[in-house]
């Protein structure tokens, strides 16, 4: 149990997040002024707090990630190894992206050598184990953990994101662009290369030129080849139909 003083903090910091409208809110994330006062043990206490909604959870951890606390990385970990596998209403919040979708997301804000290996064994545990609410996490914890890897310069999770890669649930070209982007950032155009051969179809040319387009700065006669190729491939579809 909270002491008196910290858990009047507490729901006067819970009083705050609650009375945003989702639009002010996230103006508030990229001009903080009202939350960037916020003590960070009472937002951490409203992030823990059981009793606490979603709504409430998503705000008190995005408040702690614009404050760059490292404190917050123990407690989200748990939160959504917890969440996976619970009975948690699964729709509440998600018409505003503050719901349980929303958490996935917020991992890759967290970049610490902690928050990268919490966040590998937590897409281990997705790809391994089947958890309730797996579909809902996967696609942005790939994310995520590409995303942490670019700022810490890691590569040793890239085995774990290309076999991940094949389990986007969702319509994967977002998911794709968006790792093919980390890729780029992290120098590696044989990932680039692997996005294309392994993943882009034909009803993808979007993520195809991304990945082109980036390629382009590594290997520019892969970039033609390929490009050729395809042409060709266009002319006989086209002469044969």
Request: aromatic share 10%; net charge negative; charged share 30%.
């Amino acid at each position: 149990m909270l002491n008196p003083l910290r858990s009047l903090e507490k729901k006067y910091v819970a009083a705050v997040l609650e009375n945003f409208t989702t639009a002010d809110f996230y103006l508030e994330q990229f001009f903080p002024r009202k939350t960037e006062a916020l003590p960070e043990q009472a937002l951490l206490d409203v992030f823990t707090d059981g009793a606490s909604t979603l709504k409430l959870k998503y705000r008190a951890a995005r408040s702690l990630i614009n404050k760059k606390s490292t404190r917050l990385v123990p407690a989200i970990l748990e939160f959504v190894n917890d969440i996976v596998d619970s009975d948690f209403d699964i729709k509440e919040g998600n018409e505003t992206g503050e719901g349980i979708t929303g958490f996935q997301y917020l991992l890759g804000y967290l970049n610490t050598s902690e928050a990268y290996e919490g966040v590998k064994k937590f897409l281990h545990r997705l790809l391994t184990e089947d958890l309730k609410h797996k579909d809902i996490f996967i696609d942005g914890t790939i994310i995520s953990l590409t995303n942490i890897s670019v700022v810490l310069k890691r590569r040793d999770a890239i085995p774990l994101i290309k076999l991940a890669m094949f389990h986007f649930v969702y319509p994967p070209n977002e998911g794709l662009i968006s790792v093919a982007e980390n890729f780029w950032a992290m120098d590696e155009p044989s990932l680039l290369k692997h996005i294309l051969t392994e993943h882009v179809t034909n009803e993808m040319p979007d993520v195809e030129e991304v990945c082109l387009e980036f390629l382009e700065e590594f290997d520019p006669e892969f970039v033609k080849e390929w490009r050729t190729e395809k042409e060709t491939a266009n002319i006989k579809n086209k002469e044969s139909s």
